[in-house]
């Protein structure tokens, strides 16, 4: 190899080419992108590196300036100077339409409806971009390098202020024909059920995310006798598995609720999918097994057969905060490889 490089080096010196070493190491990189509804994150990778060569993270919004442009602010602060970008992708809140780059109707960004983040990036920084939708590619981000490894087929669940969904079938992210796909948040358990933040009844979100959760904890608290379980002022989730980790009953109660819906989801999904590995993740899965327990004996109890148990393994998510950026990670390469 030295050999190798004296002789290049003799070559150019001899030569006086109007070029020098480095053009001869082109080094690469890509940029992926997570837009959560508080912060956004972003960090430039070299070709074969999950550490950051650089990372950053703002606040969604500030006065005065539009998210878009905080985000081109954002995206140039983590550009590498010694590397050679070749493309970006971006995780983003649904509903968003994948196929062709546009964020739909986010409840948490109401000012992006119908924006076309995709097109505003490609202009922005003329290289190809891609985007999709945030819980899709943390299931991406978990299957390619982390607690989805190795498997063909997985689901995973996302469980926080809502409830997303992220299928992998036979080794591809699967998003419906329109990319709409995949919001197992919002398939109905109970009909004329309690109301979900969407609008519509009785959906899983309504049932089990983290202000499902302290909603049926204040309805329990409206009975007299319950009241001096928890102090007065704001309940949150996080709260409420504190208190089941001291051993309150009513807090327990309300972990087993919300696991025992998600349990009755994943039921219906394995009928569907015959899925080996369910990943959940997100906020309110950090209580464990608290949460896991539940829902693992409640998909016992719903599944039609032991045939959909049989090598099933329901696991928490192994890249914590970092899935959907990962997977965006993982979009982004693919954009260059094609
Ligand atoms: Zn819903």
């Known amino acids: 190899m030295l050999a190798f490089q004296t002789i290049w080096f003799v070559f150019l010196r001899d030569f006086e080419l109007p070029f020098n070493y480095a053009i001869l190491f082109i080094m690469y990189s890509t940029v992926a992108i997570d837009i959560g509804a508080s912060r956004m994150r972003a960090a430039s ?44 992708a971006a995780a983003c809140p649904g509903p968003m339409d994948p196929i062709n780059g546009i964020i739909v109707e986010p409840p948490n960004i109401p000012e992006w409806k119908y924006f076309p983040l995709q097109e505003f990036l ?7 971009v891609s985007i999709n939708n945030d819980a899709s590619l943390a299931a991406y981000g978990e299957w390619y390098f982390g607690a989805g490894k190795g498997f063909s087929d997985l689901i995973y669940l996302t469980i926080s202020t809502g409830i997303g969904g992220g299928i992998i079938l036979n080794n591809k992210l699967f998003i419906g024909t329109a990319g709409f796909g995949a919001e197992i948040g919002h398939t109905t ?9 969407c609008g519509q009844t009785g959906h899983l979100e309504a049932f089990a995310s983290g202000p499902s959760i302290v909603r049926w904890v204040k309805s329990q608290l409206e009975d007299e006798t319950l009241r001096n379980l928890f102090p007065e002022g704001d309940l949150t989730a996080k709260l409420i598995s504190d208190a089941a980790e001291n051993g309150n009953e009513l807090a327990i109660a309300a972990y ?28 309110v899965s950090r209580a464990g097994d608290l949460l896991f327990e539940p829902i693992r004996n409640s998909v016992k109890d719903f599944v039609i057969s032991d045939v959909y148990l049989e090598n099933l393994e329901i696991v928490p998510a192994s890249l914590g905060d970092d899935s959907g950026l990962m997977g965006a990670l993982v979009l982004s390469r693919e954009i260059t490889e094609n």
């Open 45 to 88: 990778y070299s070709k074969n590196s999950t550490e950051p060569i650089a990372y950053n993270q703002v606040a969604t919004r500030s006065e005065g300036m539009p998210i878009e442009d905080r985000l081109v602010n954002l995206i140039e602060s983590v550009w590498p100077a010694d590397y050679k970008v070749k493309s970006i």
């Open 122 to 128: 490609q202009n922005s920084f003329d290289l190809p």
């Open 189 to 197: 358990l109970v009909y004329q059920g309690p109301e979900c933040s």
């Open 256 to 283: 087993a609720r919300a696991g025992k819906y998600i349990g009755l989801a994943i039921s219906d999904l394995l009928h569907i999918f015959n899925v080996p590995r369910i990943i959940i993740g997100g906020g």
